[in-house]
């Protein structure tokens, strides 16, 4: 069960979805990283805050929020630690 409650104000009962996103009104996504492994046959670069790859690219958060989603490469606004999921694997990359 998940409830918010905050100076009074309180939602109702809510169902508990693991890796659940939720806000007042309720459930509202997953996160979508569970395990990741480690792939050597991914081939991802990066340039400043553009990652690229060869074809489908989705980036997560480390809290596994999709934060990026696309073809060939991505532009991340934030610096930070991120997911990196092609194609063919899974990578860690950092951004500064």
Known sequence: ?????ENGWQTEDMV?????????AGL???????????????????????ICTVGKIRVY???????ADGMDSVDISE??????????GAVKVSLK
């Open 1 to 5: 069960m998940v409830i918010f409650n």
């Open 16 to 24: 508990l979805v693991n890796y659940g996103i939720y806000n007042w």
């Open 28 to 50: 509202f996504g997953q996160s979508g990283v569970e395990v990741v492994s480690a792939d050597s046959s991914s081939v991802v670069t990066v340039s400043g805050k553009t």
């Open 61 to 67: 958060s480390m809290t596994g929020i999709v934060v």
């Open 79 to 88: 610096a930070g630690t991120y997911i990196v999921v092609t194609d063919s």
